[in-house]
T-cell receptor, first 112, second 111 residues
Framework: DGGITQSPKYLFRKEGQNVTLSCEQN?????MYWYRQDPGQGLRLIYY???????QKGDIAEGYSVSREKKESFPLTVTSAQKNPTAFYLC???????????FGDGTRLSIL | SQQGEEDPQALSIQEGENATMNCSYK?????LQWYRQNSGRGLVHLIL?????REKHSGRLRVTLDTSKKSSSLLITASRAADTASYFC???????????FGAGTQVVVTP
């Protein structure tokens, strides 16, 4: 079955630590996205990638970094510079930038 | 920034009733999309309506778009307990890949 896999489902971060969230898709989609969702709010775009080896900042990129070395993979690193990282992180992909997006089931990140 | 704003924030109905939620937005759009999110899960795409379309149907879902009023509505007919979820509108203003999501409408359907 085609889809997007995010791991881990739950993640805990210590002060000063960088953590990496995994996102893998087997839908053969060119575009991939990372969103942050806070309680009772909509999604905010962190980074997006239109194609392999290319990515762009979204609305709230500060304190985050990404890479896109393979079409299937778009990992997100939450750095120690992100002072309020506790949130639900969602990865998505689409055929192109104006097509519906397919989402993974998210990673919930908390601070220890 | 959030462009779409859903109304109401929460909706509680009984099985068999219809549920209507609205979305208002600020700038011109290329298309508007509706998504559903079950608790603790990712979003699932429901319907995409283009700026030159006025109404679209998919099963028990009906979406309307009024670009003059910058608003859209999602109607779920004959609701079921399985429709319990949060529903989000997202606007595509033509900027590549940059959907703007509203805060969502939380729908609870009781048997």
């Amino acid at each position: 079955d085609g889809g997007i896999t995010q791991s881990p489902k739950y993640l805990f971060r210590k002060e000063g630590q960088n953590v990496t969230l995994s996102c893998e898709q087997n839908l053969n989609h060119d575009a991939m996205y990372w969103y942050r969702q806070d309680p009772g709010q909509g999604l905010r775009l962190i980074y997006y990638s239109q194609i392999v080896n290319d990515f762009q900042k979204g609305d709230i990129a500060e304190g985050y970094s990404v890479s896109r070395e393979k079409k299937e993979s778009f990992p997100l690193t939450v750095t120690s510079a992100q002072k309020n990282p506790t949130a639900f992180y969602l990865c998505a992909s689409s055929m192109s930038g104006h097509q519906p997006q397919h989402f993974g089931d998210g990673t919930r990140l908390s601070i220890l | 920034s959030q462009q779409g704003e859903e109304d109401p924030q929460a909706l509680s109905i009984q099985e068999g009733e219809n549920a209507t939620m609205n979305c208002s937005y600020k700038t011109s759009i290329n298309n508007l999309q509706w998504y559903r999110q079950n608790s603790g899960r990712g979003l699932v795409h429901l319907i995409l309506i283009r700026s030159n379309e006025r109404e679209k149907h998919s099963g028990r879902l009906r979406v309307t778009l009024d670009t003059s009023k910058k608003s859209s509505s999602l109607l779920i007919t004959a609701s079921r307990a399985a429709d319990t979820a949060s529903y989000f509108c997202a606007t595509d203003d033509g900027s590549w890949g940059k959907l703007q999501f509203g805060a969502g409408t939380q729908v609870v359907v009781t048997p």
